[in-house]
Structure formats: C-alpha cells, structure tokens
C-alpha cells in the first residue's frame, strides 16, 4: 500500500523534489506498517552498498513507533544476512542496537538473531559493533538472568578475538553485565558461572593499553552495579600505575581509589622490607605519587581523588605538605641519629613512622627511592603545577582533606595563603573559597593575615568580595591583627568605593566574632581623647560608616563598651540603627533613651508577633467564607495591605506574605469579576464592559505565573491551588469570550482546549485531588462526562454557575519561601555621556547584577532591551556568566551587545532583567522524544517571561557611518 | 651490546663549559659547545684538541646539539665551528637560533672591544657558523643520516631550551641540558615521554637541593617592590638582559595589573627589546596561562613597562627599573645606583648571584660605604634587598651534593663515593696542566732546586716540599721540571693543579712566568 501512495506521489510532484519527499514521509508515517515497508523498498532499490548505507543513515533520522520496531528489525536482519559490504552491516548492527532500546519494545526476539550473526561474522569491526547491540539488549533485559548468563558466555567466547575493539566491547559488556552474586542459582543448562572478576582481572596485563583501560573500566562498571571488588584487584591495578599509556593509569588510579574505600582497614606489606601498612595509606601514597605524573589528565584525576580519601592517617596526610624526604640525602647518611631526632621532633621523613618498628639494620643510602617517596610532598607539587586544571584540582582536595581534620587544616594554610598569588584568577578566586570553608578550624597568625590581606587591592571585584567573605568568618587571635584588617578594609574601600556595602557586611562579623579585640582599640579608633572633646565625624564617611559598624557590633556583646562611646557616637548609633539596620544591632544601652525597640533575637519565628499577625490576618479571611460580597471584598482589599506592609518592615517575613498577598489579589480580582453586571445582561449588549473582566482574567494569570515561578520553595501543594486559580481564570477567560464574541468557530476551539486542560490538571495533580474538596475543579470533574458531549454554550453556562458556587481555597503556607529578586547594579543608569557607536555596529554593554532566590538562573534569567522604538531584545547570558557566591544569591555578570540604526540624538535604552518560565515543563515527557533535538527545544522554549528588576535606562547614541 | 662512551670537555665537575661528546652505535655525537665565565684564559673553551689530535672535526663529528642558548651552552660555537673549524650541522630549537647569535655578539664585543683581546672569533665568523645551524622543532624526529636520529622535548629553563633524545639503532641517550621541572612565570615545565634511554645524562647543579616554595619566594618580592613603591621610593634592579629578566617583568606586569598600580616600570633598552621582540614571538614556548591569553594579549606587549631613557632617573616620584648589567659592575645600573643610593627610602634588588669584587657583591656583603673612582666616596642609605632562591640562576661552583643513578631501571639520589663504588668506577680528578719555558742550562734536579728555593722564600705560609724524585709541591701543586726536546738551553716546567686550587694554581703560574731570580753567587 505504502508503495502504492509514493508512486501517486510521485506523479503528482515530479516537478518539486524537495516538496515530495517531505509530503511522503508525512503520509507514510500515518499509515501503520509503512515504515518497515518503506524501509524494506528503499534497502531493495540501493544499488551499491554506498547507496544503501545512504538510506540506512535518512532511517535512522526519523524516530520509529514502539509497534513498527519489530518489524523493521525484521528486515534489517534480513538485509544482513544479504549485504556483503562490512559498513552497511556495521550500520544495520548499530540501528538494530538502537531500536532495541526503544520503550515498549522487548528486544528479546532478536536476541537470538543477534548472536546467531555474531558466530558467522568476520569483521572486527562488525563484531564489536553487534557486541555493542547485545549489550544494549542485555541492558534493557537487565532482569533476566538466564540472558544475562548467555550474553556473558558469548562475551568471553570473544575475548581472545585479535581486535582490540572486539576485545574492548566484551570486556564492556561484561561489566556491564556479568552476574554479581558468585554463588547465584546453578543453572540448569550447565552454564557455569563465570567468576567475571577474575576474568576481567586477567586482562589488566592485555598487550593493548585500549583493551588494559576497558579492562579496568569494566571493573569499576562491576563496582559501581554493587558488586564487591576483591581486595586481590589491588595488587594488579598497582602495577597498572606505572603503565605507559595515560587513559591505562587515569582509570588505575581509580580503581585504587575504589579499592581503598572498600578495604581501608586491610594490612598490605610493604614491598623489600618486612613492614606491613594499612590499604588506605598504602593507596593514599600511590596517589600521591600520581600527582607528579607526566600525563597532566592524571595529575587532575589524582589530585582530585585525594580529596576524598577522609579515612587515611594524618601522618601520612601531613607529608603531603612536607618535600623534605626526596632531598635530604645528608640527612639519610647518618640516617639512625638523624631519624630520632626527627621522630622526636615530630617530624615525618618517610612512608613509615621512625622508631616503632623500623628495621634494625643500618640503613642503606641507595635505599632511598626517589619513585616511591609517597605522600611526600604531593600537594606541593600539585600547587605549583604548570597546569592550572591540577592546581585547581588540588586545592579542592586540600579543601575537602582540612575539613575533615584540623590538624591538617593548620598546616595547609600556608599553601593556601601562597595560592592566593596565583596567576590564574580562577585558581586564586578558588583558593580564598576554600580558605573561607575551612575557617572555623583555624586562627589566623598575625603574618598570615598580612598576606591574606594584601590581596584586597586585587582588581577583581571577585576576588575582593571573595576575601571579605573570608574575613566574615575568619578568626584572628590579637587586637593588632583586627586594626590591620580594619586599616586595610578601609584602604580597600578608598581604592574602590563600589565595594562598600560588602566591607561594612565584612566588619559586622568581623566586630561581632572579636568583640574583647574590639574593645582595647575602640578609642583609638574613635579618636576619643580622655580630656578633651574630638571633632565629630562627618557621619556621611563611609569609612567612619566602617568603624562604627566595627564597634556597635562588638559592643552587642561586649556591655562595657558603650561606656567608651563619646555623645555623638551614642547620636550616630540611633541614627545608623534606623538607616542601616540589617548591619547595626541592636544595642543595650542603660540610661538612655534610645533603646530601639527591635526583636530580641532568642525568639523563635512561631512566637514572633508579626508571624502571629500574618497568621490572624490569613485565617480571618479563610474563615470569612459567607460574607457579603461587598464585606468579602473590603476585607481582602485591608489583608492585602497589611501583608504588603508586613513585608515591607519584616524582610524575613517578606516571601510569605507577598506570596500570600498575590493570592489573595487573586482571589479577589475573580470576586470583583464574577460581580460585574454584564452577567446579568443579554450578551451583545455589553460588549464593552466585558474589557474589566477579561483585563482580571489577564492579570490573575500573571498573578499565577508569577507565584508559581518567582517565588523559590514553593512545595506541591501550593503549585495545585496556584494551578487551579489559573484554571479558574480560563474559565472565566472562556466565559468573557462566549459572551462578546459572536460564532462558535472560535468558541469551539477555546471549549476543547479549556476541557484539554482540565484533564492535564486532573492528571498532573491527580493525587492532591482529595484536598480540592467543594472546589471549582471538584465540581468541573463531577461533571466531565457531561461537559464533554455538550455544546459550547451549554459548556460556558455551566462554568459560569460553578465559578459562582465554587469556595475559595486554602493557601497552606510553605516552611521558606522567597521571593526571586534582582538588582541590576551596573550600568548605574546614572550617566550623562550617551555610548556612542557607529550604526549597524555592536557597542557592548556590561552587565553586573545580584540575583536572589532565583533557582536556576542558568536556563530562566535572561536581559531585556527596549529600545525608544518599542523594539525589545531578549538576550540569553551564557551559563559561564553566572557565579554563585553563596547559598540562593548569584551574580550575574555579563555583556550584552547593543545595535541600532542611525539616530539624530542620544535617547535611553531599558535594560531589566526577565525571568524565563515554561508551565509545561510539568508535563511527563513522551517516551520518544528522549535524547532526541526535539526535546532539547521543548526544554528551552520558553513560555512566558516576568520582568523581576527595576529597569535601568542607559543613554546611548548609534552615529549614522561616516563614509 | 654496543657500548655508549662519554667524555665530558668542560661540565663534568665545574659548572659552566657545558661539552660532552657521546659515542653511540659508532656515531660521535657533541652536545653542547659552552664557554667557561670564569676563565680568561685557553680554559675558557672546551679543548677541542682532544677530539681528534690532527683530524678534521668535521670527519669525526656527526652532529652537534646545542640545548639552549645560555653562553655556558653554545659560547664556544663559533670559536669551533670557525676557528677550529667544523662543517657538519649543527641542532638547535627555532628560539635558540633566534637568540643565540645576539648574545653570542655581545660577548664578543665585552671581550673584544671592552677587554681589548686579539684572536677572537668575529662577527662574521657568528654570522658563518649560524649557518650551520639547523632548526629543530619539539617532538620532531630529525633523521641526521640513516641511523642517527635525535628528537627535542620541551626543558622549561629558559626560552627554546630543549632535552635531546639521541638514538642510534635501539641505543638511545638522553641528555636534559638545563631544565626545569617547576613552571615559572613565563615557562612551562620540562616534559619528556617513557623513552627508556639507556643513558641518561641530566644536570644535577641543584640535585639535592630543596626549593622553597615558588609562590613564597615571589611574594617577598612583590611585596617588598610594592611597600616601597607605596612609600614614594625608587626601585632599582640590576638584571641581566635574558632570561629571569623577563620573569620578573611578567611578575611586575601581572601583579601592577592586579593591584591597579600606577608608579611607572622602566626596562633598559637594548639587547632587552630585541630579546622581548623574541618572546613574543616564540609564544608556543611560553607556559599555559601565556599561551592561552595570547589571543587577547600578548603577556610580553607590556602595558605598565616602558623603555628607559638616562633622565627618568632623576623624575620624582617612585618608579621601578630593571637596568642592566646585574651585577652593578658597570653601565646603566650603576650609575643609578650611583644616583639613588643616598636615599633611604629607595632600593635595591639584587636578583641574582654576584662575583667577587663587583659593586653588587659588596653591598650585599654588608658595605655601607663604597670607594668609587676618583676618591669619591658613596654612602649607601637605601635598602639592600637579596632574593635567594627567586633565580636560581646564578651559576655559582658549588660541590656536588648527590649522583642521579638509574639502578633496577629505578632512580636513586645517593653520594658521589657511593655513586663510584657501585659503578665500580675510579674517581676522576680534574686537574689543570701548563708548561712554563725557562731559560736554564743547567740540568733538570738543578732548575727543580732553584724554583724550590724561589717559591720556598716567597711562599712562607704555604707548604713546600722538594720530593725525592725531583719534583716540588706546593700544598697539593706539583711542579716537574724537564729539558725541552729541541732546545736544551731551555727547560719546561710543567705545573699542575686540581681544580679546588684553582686561585693558588694560577698564582704560581704567574710567578714562574716572570723568572726566577738571577742565580745566587755561586753560579759561574
């Protein structure tokens, strides 16, 4: 039949090529077993082998039906049992192993054809390609065993094949497959079970390095399905660590990891000496050592594994910041004494500790091995490798090792310090990060602080705010030490003005940690004079702004401060208490009037008095259900305002009662609606009034995209009532609709695609349906049989009547909920010289925001541009532009490129951040379009946008070219 | 097995004079063709003599490989290529010849022009010998005839330096040169791949040494340039033009770019430019962070360095200067150093190593007055900084500390004595050979006594010894006398000294050159 329709086809298009082919495939994939077939006339016309592989390759384009796969297997095995050409059957095999992993398909029923042509085949390439297939076959069969065993027994039939890829492929599938329990059910047909371990382990030594690392691979692949490596693995993956093939060694040395985890605690010997180690050391050695391979990919991969190695002792930790073994050969000449000594002294010189049980016998000069020095030094090679991959690699390690041990976290902070002089910014923005996680279990010496410190003049604004955070949290053990950092913040701040609010944020925790540092240098810093009276201070200052942050914070917990304050200090309290008062305390001070009336912060959240009002003022209208209407309304309108100002003062409140707020502006729009007169009134009538109802049905919508999207922490439960407002819209939406709106065509398609949403919600939200109890959706599902059959008036008429009855629904309050907010701060918008550039050229713009509570702003933050035209651009900023600097805040900061004909004078361009959302990313995702292109659009298609920061007007001018 | 025969003519022991001839597979490979810095004298270029005693070298040698362009590694090219006279190829990397020539010019002209010295090689005889020269690049297998072939891999150390690989059949040697195992700056680190040579032969100045950490020595540095650039003062630092020179620049570049600073750097002209014009050039030698930055910006087009002119010394205001020479000896350092040194709140650098009797050497040693020329005498009241360690460049003769050997195909650090008695090999002593003519007509135990009795009453808080066989010996020095072979009325004292007694060797030399002291009265 299908060939039927193309030769129609044909004759009907001959003249238009391109037309025809895409016409037939559409009529073709109606119709059920047309693929196969087209598929099967296609492979019989090719002429030529390169013909066919043509056709092969335009089929595996398009994606095939879960009912058509069989069929098409069919006759792609028949054409392989034909085709002579090696590529041809190479490409059958590997669309065979793509089909079978089509959901829905069983591909047991070409198992055995599989493995049929696998025994006859002669090319390598064909065969690993098939091996390939089985493995896909026996992934998706992954239940069962008899399946498993039999694709196990033909990849070991192959491993003595002559290729590498062949041998590559079943070593792979035997990771991938190979059974786990070595005592599992005897099987009937006597297939033994195969010890796969110990098969893939004899291949370690493979004279191929590629086969060697899939070997080893496959190995982790066993590990990694659960399967308890053996601890004999160990031995041979060592010798693996001095092979000469870089990706040999990388995958070596994580299996070592992995060994080392799963057996720490075992004794291994130590080779050509009668002492034995733990596993865990052992390894951490032999890691070590890999840092100064010559392969940089395996220094990264060393470096990096060796942060997570938590078990291993300290000793063997703390070499790794110590060189001296691979140098001192003076030292080993007169090595008994000497190692005493040092042993005394408690430092390290080799793998093993001195003194316990050493061997007895005078230790030989040439015994000292260079190869094998171990954990000696490995973070100092890895911190000053050329490569800055291993560098960063390395810190991290170092990160993840101080924090588990403190003793370790002393003595790496002078490496880390050093770092900070790194060349890379990357690398040294990385290393004030993990100075900064490590904080707590370090006091910072005077000389070190000096170092530390002498980066803030750096001209990276990251690199700057990074170290402030790093003094938040940094302890510093003398009253010198915090009037250098306090000098230096303050010369930091002149240099750069812009850093202002993170320095006072800085001094706050740095005044609050030391408060009894504080105290000694407060009249100094105050320029207090015992005698005589000072010169107040100009209260603008930002650096006397810095110093009073200091101190008020100190004194919180230092009560005997306040006394050292002069009266303008106590003048400057009150004043800066009010304006900035997210950085001053409130403070205790006796005898004045001034005592703010602030929170004390020992009260919990629930006993808060504002939380207890925004509960009140919530359940007042919950309970108000049978109001009057105009009593409903005046109430909502006075709860909306007082939420609003609620979280106008509480700024820890702000997420929740903004969030209730647009649920009740919600809510109320749809009263105020469902009030208007035109309901009343014969349709055509009021064509005109119906703009206030569909203007509320417009903006309850935004409403509801806007709770759903902007607001982070938002659980399920609130995404069904937000939902079911918006299908309350619609509703009303449709309704306004059928009311002004003459024909049914029109109304016809908005009644189906209302009643297709219904049947989204009720699937999506199918499980929260019982809480929906006398709801606008409870009601609409009671009737969806009836909906369905009739006609859209009657569709329209019985909404409206249910939109009346329905109840207004309970917003249940989620734990933490915040807001998404943005503040663009630079362009400042505050210039006067418009940006000029030549028309129909780029002029970059910077941009540098702070974004707050977005979740995940890679894929929804975007730019806006509007041009004076009414022209809007939407830029996507690239996932590198976004830096995360703590939890729920990022940074945006990037450039967006501008362009505009000629104008006759500078005019100002908007730019405001948009938040990007797509509601249908809820959807479950169709089986099919997995992996493929089409998804990957779906995913970033975007369905709306809601604008979440002040616009900022940037002056610019596009200057006709000159010629 | 075939053996691989190594002779080292300069290198062995001393540092600098880099020379080794490598037999492998029967082809005679030069690595290296240095010039000794310390030496004034014949010693000064390997003795080339040895190779063949009459033969052309050209017929000897089948290639020669020079590993970087550091006069200690190629001084001596022309003088063998043109003087001694060679017309094989020579290898080296693209930077190597880009550079070489420009010092190789400029040590001509210090000791030509300068010094005054007759039968040097000349300018054209550098530009004859470049000719020579063939390019290599690093990782290509360069085929010099149908057996020999030799491969280059990246050394670090300074721009262009190269390890070689040398291989002839299934022998190979690998020969390092200088390198580098940490990155600076502006280099990378040296690499090489698993070659398995069967002779390795690697510089181990620094074997046993450990570093301190790089990071550490660059900050003191920096942190000392910047205190006093943030007090208003000068900063002076003696360099020289190649090399860590331009280190340093990348480190004041990057670190004025960082912190925003304003105070002007100035480099001295010359040489430097046209070394910098190099660097640019040869940006695949550099380290990653230059390499990948290039595309924006060429680390070596300095943005805050600027070239020097003789009256921004006396600008006010503080400023930074690398002038050359580094050892304050003479030149544009010096005379800023003449101008800055009064005040205290300027200083200076010294970067690097410093020969005795140089301006350099004694203001490090503590001098806080100097006698110029002229009577004038220099007070010194700005600071006196030494970075130890930033350069460890400075190629002072230092005792071997530890022998590299490969032992079980494993690497081992053991003493120079253990080294010999597990190879089973005699120690080798270096010692120096001159012959000095006196006319005497007397017999030979005669002449030996006359020189006994001069250098007894001269040297009267050293040894002398008159031995039994005729000899005499001053402390280790040993002075034979015998009749010269076609003139009897003449005699030839030969002298020789090991290379520890170097400064009483060439004391002694001079003495017996002047004659001895007429006979005493009983003569004739």
Redesign the interface.
């Known amino acids: 039949m299908a060939a039927h329709l193309k030769k129609r086809v044909y004759e009907e298009f001959t003249k238009v090529v391109q037309q025809q082919e895409e016409i037939t495939t559409k009529k073709l994939r109606l119709t059920k077993p047309s693929k196969s077939a087209a598929l099967h006339i296609d492979l019989c016309k090719a002429t030529s082998p390169a013909d066919a592989l043509q056709y092969l390759l335009q089929f595996a384009r398009k994606p095939v039906e879960a009912e058509s796969v069989e069929g098409v297997v069919r006759i792609l095995l028949e054409h392989y049992y034909k085709e002579n050409d090696p590529s041809v059957r190479l490409k059958i095999a590997s669309l065979l192993g793509l089909l079978s992993k089509t959901a829905g398909f069983s591909p047991d029923c070409i198992m055995d054809d599989a493995i049929n042509i696998l025994q006859n085949e002669k090319s390598h390439q064909v065969l690993a390609q098939l091996l390939d297939t089985l493995l896909a076959i026996g992934t998706k069969l992954s239940e069962n065993q008899a399946i498993q065993m039999r694709l196990v027994d033909v990849a070991c039939k192959h491993l003595t094949d002559t290729s590498h890829g062949v041998r590559n492929k079943c070593l792979q599938l035997l990771g991938n497959l190979g059974s786990l329990e070595k005592s599992g059910t005897k099987d009937a047909e006597g297939l033994a079970i195969r010890d796969v371990q110990k098969i893939i382990g004899d291949y370690f030594s493979d004279q191929d390095p590629r086969v060697r690392t899939a070997a080893i691979k496959a190995m982790l692949q066993l590990h990694e399905r659960g399967l308890k490596l053996h601890q004999t693995i160990y031995n041979q993956a060592c010798k693996l660590l001095s092979d000469?093939y870089e990706q040999v060694r990388s995958a070596a040395v994580q299996l070592i990891w992995v060994v080392s985890q799963l057996y720490p605690e075992s004794i291994v010997p130590i080779p050509s000496s009668n002492e034995e180690i733990r596993l865990v050391d052992d390894a951490f050695g032999k890691i070590c050592h890999m840092v100064s391979d010559?392969s940089w990919v395996v220094r990264v991969q060393a470096a990096k594994l060796l942060g997570s190695m938590e078990q291993v002792s300290s000793h063997f930790l703390e070499q790794t910041l110590d060189?001296?073994l691979?140098?001192?050969?003076?030292r080993k000449?007169t090595a008994h004494e000497r190692a005493k000594e040092l042993y005394s002294s408690g430092e390290f010189s080799s793998g093993r500790k001195w003194g316990d049980d050493a061997p007895k016998e005078e230790v030989d000069?040439?015994a000292?091995?260079?190869?094998q020095s171990g954990a000696c030094g490995a973070f100092?090679h890895g911190l000053?490798?050329?490569?800055?991959e291993v560098r960063i690699a390395a810190v991290e390690a170092l990160c993840m090792l101080a924090q588990s041990s403190s003793s370790f976290a002393e003595k790496c902070l002078d490496?880390l310090v050093?770092?900070f002089?790194?060349?890379?910014e990357e690398v040294r923005l990385q290393s004030i990060h993990t100075m900064r996680k490590i904080s707590n279990n370090i006091t910072l010496r005077e000389d070190q602080l000096d170092?530390i410190l002498?980066v803030l003049?750096?001209?990276?604004r990251d690199i700057r705010e990074a170290l402030h955070e790093l003094l938040c949290c940094a302890n510093v053990s003398t009253k010198e030490g915090i009037h250098l950092a306090l000098v230096e913040l303050l010369k930091n701040l002149t240099?750069y003005p812009t850093d202002r609010d993170s320095i006072w944020k800085c001094l706050k925790f740095l005044g609050s940690r030391h408060p009894t540092l504080v105290l000694p240098l407060v009249p100094e810093l105050l320029s207090t004079h015992p005698f005589f009276d000072t010169a107040e201070p100009d209260m603008d200052d930002p650096a006397y702004i810095a110093v009073l942050v200091l101190i008020f914070n100190a004194a919180k917990s230092c009560p005997t401060m306040p006394a050292l304050f002069s009266d303008h200090t106590f003048r400057h309290y009150a004043y800066l208490r009010d304006s900035l008062s997210h950085l001053v305390p409130a403070l205790r001070l006796s005898g004045r009037k001034l005592v703010s009336s602030a929170v004390s912060p020992n009260i919990t959240p629930h006993e808060d008095p504002s939380h207890q009002f925004l509960q009140q003022s919530l359940e007042r209208v919950y309970s108000l259900q049978h109001l009057d209407p105009q009593g409903t309304q005046e109430l909502l309108e006075f709860t909306i305002r007082d939420l609003q100002r609620l979280g106008e003062l509480q700024s820890e409140l702000a997420g929740v009662a903004d969030f209730s707020a647009a649920y009740l502006r919600c809510q109320l729009l749809l009263i105020k609606a469902l009030q208007e007169k035109l309901w009343n009134v014969a349709a055509p009538l009021y064509l005109k009034q119906s703009d206030l109802a569909s203007a509320a049905a417009k903006q309850i919508m935004e409403e509801t995209y806007k709770m759903e999207f902007m607001y982070s922490g938002v659980e399920n439960k609130q995404v069904v009532i937000i939902h079911h407002m918006r299908l309350q819209a619609k509703a009303l939406q449709l309704i306004v609709t059928a009311r002004t709106t003459r024909g049914v065509d029109l109304l016809f398609g908005m009644c189906e695609k209302f009643l297709q949403e219904v049947d989204f919600f009720q699937r999506c939200f199918i499980a929260d349906l019982p809480h929906l109890q006398d709801s606008f959706v409870d009601k609409l599902l009671d009737l969806m049989p009836r909906l369905i059959t009739s006609k859209p008036a009657e569709v329209v008429k019985i909404l409206q009547t249910m939109l009346r009855q329905s109840t207004f629904l309970h917003l249940p309050l989620p734990e933490q909920i915040h807001k998404a907010s943005a503040t663009i701060i630079e362009p400042a918008g505050e210039s006067d010289n418009p940006l000029r550039f030549t028309s129909g050229l780029v002029v970059a713009l910077d941009v540098d925001a702070t974004l707050e509570h977005v979740q995940d702003p890679q894929s929804t933050v975007k730019v806006q541009v509007l041009y004076p035209d009414g022209q809007a651009q939407m830029i996507h900023p690239k996932p590198a532009d976004f830096r995360n600097p703590g939890p729920g805040r990022h940074r945006l900061i990037t450039q967006v490129y501008l362009s505009h004909t000629a104008w006759t004078e500078p005019c100002q361009v908007e730019v405001r951040l948009l938040l990007a959302y797509n509601s249908n990313s809820r959807i479950p995702k169709s089986p099919w379009m997995e992996g493929g292109e089409i998804s990957a659009q779906a995913e970033t298609s975007i369905e709306g946008t809601i604008p979440f920061s002040k616009p900022v007007k940037v002056y610019i001018m596009p200057k006709p070219t000159r010629r | 097995m075939p053996e691989i025969r190594v002779t080292p003519l300069g290198a062995g022991q001393d540092v600098g004079r880099s020379c080794i001839l490598v037999s492998i597979g029967g082809k005679n490979v030069m690595l290296d063709c240095g010039m000794h810095m310390g030496y004034n004298d014949d010693r000064r270029f390997p003795d080339f003599s040895y190779i063949t005693r009459n033969g052309r070298l050209t017929d000897f040698l089948d290639c020669v490989i020079i590993s970087h362009f550091h006069l200690d590694h190629c001084g001596a090219l022309p003088y063998f290529s043109e003087m001694v006279g060679y017309d094989g190829p020579i290898y080296m990397t693209h930077p190597t010849q880009a550079i070489c020539p420009i010092l190789l010019e400029d040590y001509r002209k210090i000791a030509v022009d300068k010094k005054g010295e007759a039968n040097f090689f000349t300018s054209q005889m550098i530009k004859d010998c470049m000719k020579k020269v063939v390019a290599v690049r690093l990782h290509q297998t360069v085929q010099v005839d149908e057996e020999l072939q030799i491969k280059a891999y990246y050394a670090g150390h300074v721009l262009g330096a190269a390890m070689f690989q040398i291989k002839v059949g299934s022998e190979s040697v690998v020969y390092t040169g200088d390198y580098n195992m940490t990155p600076d700056r502006h280099l990378g680190a040296a690499w090489i791949d698993k070659c398995r040579p069967n002779l390795l032969i690697t510089e181990s100045t620094y074997a046993t040494t450990i570093r301190d950490s790089k990071r550490c020595r660059e900050r003191d540095f920096l942190k000392k340039v910047h205190e006093t650039v943030e007090r208003g003062g000068k900063v002076l630092i003696p360099v020289f033009a190649l090399g860590r020179a331009q280190e340093l620049c990348i480190l004041l570049e990057t670190f004025w770019e960082r912190m925003n600073l304003k105070a002007p750097i100035y480099f001295s002209t010359g040489l430097t430019e046209k070394a910098n014009h190099y660097y640019k050039l040869f940006i695949t030698w550099t380290n990653q962070k230059i390499r990948k930055t290039f595309v924006q910006r060429n680390m070596f087009e300095f943005k805050h360095i600027k070239a020097f002119d003789r009256a921004f010394a006396d600008n006010p205001g503080p400023m930074v200067v690398f002038a050359t020479p580094g050892m304050l000896h003479a030149g544009q350092s010096l005379q800023i150093f003449r101008k800055w040194a009064g005040n205290e709140k300027n200083m200076v650098i010294m970067p690097g190593y410093c020969v005795q009797g140089t301006v350099g050497h004694k203001i490090l040693s503590g001098q806080r007055k100097l006698e110029m020329e002229g009577r004038q005498v220099l007070e010194i009241r700005m600071q006196v900084e030494y970075i130890q360690g930033l350069l460890p460049d400075a190629k002072k003769p230092r005792l071997l500390h530890g022998t590299l050997i490969m032992k079980d195909s494993n690497f081992r650090l053991v003493s120079s004595e253990q080294a010999l008695k597990e190879l089973g090999l005699a120690e080798h002593q270096l010692r120096f050979t001159c012959r000095v003519h006196l006319h005497d007509s007397r017999k030979e135990q005669e002449t030996a006594a006359r020189v006994y009795s001069h250098l007894k009453s001269l040297l009267k808080d050293h040894c002398v010894q008159h031995l039994p066989d005729g000899s005499v010996t001053v402390e280790s020095i040993l002075i034979q006398a015998a009749a010269h072979s076609e003139d009897p009325g003449t005699k030839v004292l030969l002298v020789s000294w090991t290379y520890q007694d170097e400064e009483l060797g060439s004391y002694l030399t001079s003495l017996l050159k002047k004659g001895l002291p007429p006979a005493p009265s009983g003569g004739s």
């Open positions: 000469d010559g060189k001296k691979m140098s001192d050969l003076r000449r000069t040439g000292v091995n260079l190869i100092v000053e490798d050329e490569m800055y490496f050093d770092m002089n790194d060349e890379i170092t002498g003049e750096d001209s990276s240099k």
